[in-house]
């Protein structure tokens, strides 16, 4: 049943990946205990989160993931138990110490509001004694990695940003340092589902290009599911109800709390499974800005398309006008800010955004926004219904393969639910 | 000397220094309310046309020996700058201590103990202010540095009770930030709590500086000095010119100084906030 628990490695995309600069986490035994509480808020956790990996920590609230996060940072110090990261036991040094050397993003980004955004991300080079001029480079890299235009907003206070750009620089800030490992506390939690998701794709890119070792915590399963490796579903007392790739835990959840907790609609989870990468992209008609309209024009209609899609001297697409909406001698950026869809979306996010596009569509790019092409409609339900005919096959056989009544069980359960 | 020093207490409105380069930020100019500005801006002007409208009737008026010698100018001015000494000192101390304790009340343990003290600071300022500057001059000496001592102690309680309300009111997650990020405690509140309290902290020096500026009339009592001289010397002479002369004097300094602590509060408080 964990025979597509290594989805990540072995897709095509693991040769450009970058090297791996995070370290292993691990947890042995951690206890946390309050004075005054009988129950243990963290009873017993061992946790091995490998090294470049995101591992999201899901649960209902008070399940103590938050504590365990808090505890591999020294935020709360566990009552028993050892955590190491790479090969050092934590509380072998200062805890300021350590945590300069772990990557920290809260929800909202929690930016010091008298700062600027520059000095904001500059905290931790600061206190690590960078020279200036490097900490300066570093702000602008980091940025741009964060895809904020430095000249405009390095110096701009918190206020000025709207939620989405505070939360970029709370990642920014993050990384400051080029940490092994980030932890991460419902980093998107406090923005709206657009702003989230581009935020989600960006995090993935920028973690293929880095390979973190990255602690997430989030409320949120359909969140797990696109952005971790593996995730780790708690319990009370931060007991660990399963421990695996959201595939293993979607086909097969190890038990009711986790079934219950994954929700019932875990076929249609499976769409956030599946990326965009991975289905037939349309190469309409481009256009670069600053080009003769009239010869777009005629391009566009010796391809028979009715639409072009505007692209900047990056690569990046910025608008998608329909023919009759190409005026002017030359062609133009868009008006407004073109939602672009990033390639490791998944199709749940390519689908959300298609239903707000009056071309029943939505342009894809890659790493630094560079333009794929265009997904619609008929390309992700063609992949879905194939995907699905696959899934049925593959179930059909672990019902065949499987001996134990118990587990026959389950999986007829979850046959009917893909059937219905 | 007089002049002098008294417009050197009054910082100029134009702080082009701190007003940033970029356009994105108006400076705190574009904090202002229209309300706050025209009270900024209006009470200079009502504190030089008042001391203005003195000047005159002081020049014009005819006078006799006993007012002339209780009005002379150097006589006045002596008085303004012992009134502004014992408010500016007193202030200076009650900052060094009360801000200071503040912090202490505000940290890990010692937070249990913030309602007690400001509990004793409260029952300090509803004492009445004649009656504790009296008691301290029978208990150590008369004088300006008793006077200090007892306004000091009078004034304690507003900035005591802002530094501990600004310090709580800073958002706790951006505290955890800064400690999650790797800066120490000590970092944390210089660089963190204490910028983002400033404006709530400088509230409560404003409260004390009107406190003491109109307290400090009662150190004439004690050999204190200050304009409480003037007053104290027309009700005992019975002249009506030098009782309204300490008290306009009076009046325009308090003015002056309360205007003070609204420039400060305003450009204390951090950019960005």
Same mark, same amino acid.
């Given at each position: ?132 001029? $490097? ?20 110096? $701009?206070?918190?206020?000025?940003l709207s939620g989405g750009q505070q939360q970029r620089v709370g990642v920014a800030r993050g990384l400051a340092a080029d940490p092994p490992v980030i932890l991460m506390d419902e980093p998107f939690g406090a923005v709206d589902p657009i702003t989230r998701q581009r935020l989600q794709d960006e995090l993935l890119s920028i973690q293929r290009e880095l390979r973190k070792t990255i602690v ?12 971790? +490796? ?25 038990? &009711? ?17 599946? $990326? ?5 992209? @349309? @190469? ?52 407004? +800010? ?29 790493? $630094? ?12 339900? &063609? ?12 179930? @059909? ?14 999986? &007829? ?8 | ?9 009054? #910082? ?38 008042g001391f203005a409208a003195y000047a005159i009737w002081h020049e014009t008026a005819t006078l006799d020996s006993v007012e002339e010698s209780a009005l002379a100018w150097p006589t006045i001015w002596q008085q303004i700058w012992e009134h502004v000494k014992l408010t500016f000192v007193s202030a200076f101390f009650v900052v060094v201590i009360a801000v200071p304790l503040g912090v202490l ?6 937070? *249990? ?7 004793? *600071?409260?029952?300090?300022?509803? *004492? #009445? ?18 006077? =200090? ?22 958002? #706790? ?10 800066? !120490?405690?000590?970092? =944390? ?5 204490? #910028?983002? *309290? ?46 309204? !002369? ?14 003070l602590g609204r420039v400060l509060e305003l450009v204390s408080r951090p950019r960005g906030v």
């Amino acid at each position: 049943m964990t025979a597509t628990s290594t989805r990540r490695a072995d897709e095509p995309q693991a040769g450009d990946q970058g090297q791996i600069s995070g370290a292993e986490i691990r947890l042995e035994n951690v206890v946390k205990r309050y004075p005054g509480q009988q129950a243990a808020a963290v009873d017993g956790l061992s946790l091995v989160v490998p090294a470049g990996e995101i591992v999201m920590l899901v649960g209902p609230s008070g399940c103590g993931k938050t504590t365990s996060l808090k505890m591999i940072n020294r935020l709360i110090e566990p009552t028993s138990g050892s955590i190491h990261i790479g090969d050092q036991d934590i509380s072998g040094q200062g805890a300021d110490q350590l945590r300069r050397t772990i990557g920290y993003v809260i929800q909202g980004g929690s930016l010091f509001p008298h700062m600027t955004v520059a000095r904001n991300i500059a905290i931790v080079p600061k206190l690590l004694g960078w020279e200036a001029g $490097r900490i300066a480079e570093r702000v602008d890299e980091l940025l741009e990695l964060v895809n904020l235009d430095p000249a405009k907003y390095r110096d $701009r206070y918190p206020r000025e940003l709207s939620g989405g750009q505070q939360q970029r620089v709370g990642v920014a800030r993050g990384l400051a340092a080029d940490p092994p490992v980030i932890l991460m506390d419902e980093p998107f939690g406090a923005v709206d589902p657009i702003t989230r998701q581009r935020l989600q794709d960006e995090l993935l890119s920028i973690q293929r290009e880095l390979r973190k070792t990255i602690v997430c915590v989030t409320h949120d399963i359909d969140e797990a599911i696109k952005l971790g +490796d593996r995730i780790l579903i708690l319990q009370e007392g931060a007991r660990v109800a399963q421990y695996d790739t959201a595939e293993a835990i979607l086909a097969s959840p190890a038990d &009711d709390f986790v079934a219950d907790f994954v929700g019932a609609g875990s076929s249609l989870k499976q769409l956030s499974l599946s $990326r965009i990468s991975e289905v037939e992209l @349309r @190469r309409p008609t481009t256009a670069r800005i600053g080009e003769s309209t009239i010869e777009v024009k005629r391009r566009a209609e010796a391809n028979g398309d009715t639409a072009v899609v505007v692209l900047d001297r990056h690569d990046k697409p910025t608008a998608w006008p329909w023919l009759r909406q190409l005026k002017g001698e030359t062609i133009h950026a868009g008006a407004e +800010d073109l939602i672009n869809l990033d390639h490791r979306a998944t199709l749940n996010d390519a689908l959300d955004t298609m239903l707000t596009n009056s071309h029943g569509g939505a342009v894809v790019t890659g790493d $630094r926004d560079r333009y794929l092409g265009v997904v619609d409609f008929v390309a992700v339900t &063609d992949f879905m219904r194939t995907q699905q005919e696959e899934l049925e096959s593959t179930r @059909r056989d672990q019902v065949l393969a499987s001996s134990d009544p118990q587990d026959e069980h389950r999986d &007829d359960i979850t046959a009917d639910d893909g059937a219905s | 000397m007089g002049e002098s020093q008294l417009a050197s207490g009054t #910082p100029t409105p134009t702080r082009g220094d701190r007003a940033p380069r970029g356009g994105s930020e108006r400076g705190w100019r574009g904090r202002l309310t229209a309300e706050s500005a025209i009270v900024l801006f209006a009470i200079p002007v009502i504190v030089l046309v008042g001391f203005a409208a003195y000047a005159i009737w002081h020049e014009t008026a005819t006078l006799d020996s006993v007012e002339e010698s209780a009005l002379a100018w150097p006589t006045i001015w002596q008085q303004i700058w012992e009134h502004v000494k014992l408010t500016f000192v007193s202030a200076f101390f009650v900052v060094v201590i009360a801000v200071p304790l503040g912090v202490l009340l505000t940290r890990g343990r010692a937070r *249990a103990a913030a309602p007690i003290v400001v509990g004793i *600071a409260n029952s300090g300022q509803a *004492a #009445p202010s004649v009656g504790l500057i009296v008691l301290f001059a029978m208990w150590i000496d008369f004088g300006f540095s008793t006077a =200090v001592i007892a306004l000091t102690l009078y004034a304690i309680l507003p900035v005591l009770r802002n530094t501990i309300v600004g310090l709580q009111g800073v958002d #706790p997650t951006l505290v955890e930030a800064g400690r999650g990020v790797g800066m !120490s405690a000590a970092s =944390v509140l210089v660089r963190v709590e204490l #910028p983002l *309290a400033l404006p709530v902290i400088m509230a409560g020096v404003r409260t004390a500086l009107v406190l003491l500026v109109g307290t400090a009339t009662l150190a004439t009592f004690i050999n204190g000095g200050g304009l409480g001289a003037t007053l104290q010397a027309g009700i005992s002479l019975l002249r009506y010119s030098v009782i309204v !002369s300490g008290a306009v004097l009076v009046a325009l300094l308090a003015l002056l100084i309360e205007w003070l602590g609204r420039v400060l509060e305003l450009v204390s408080r951090p950019r960005g906030v």
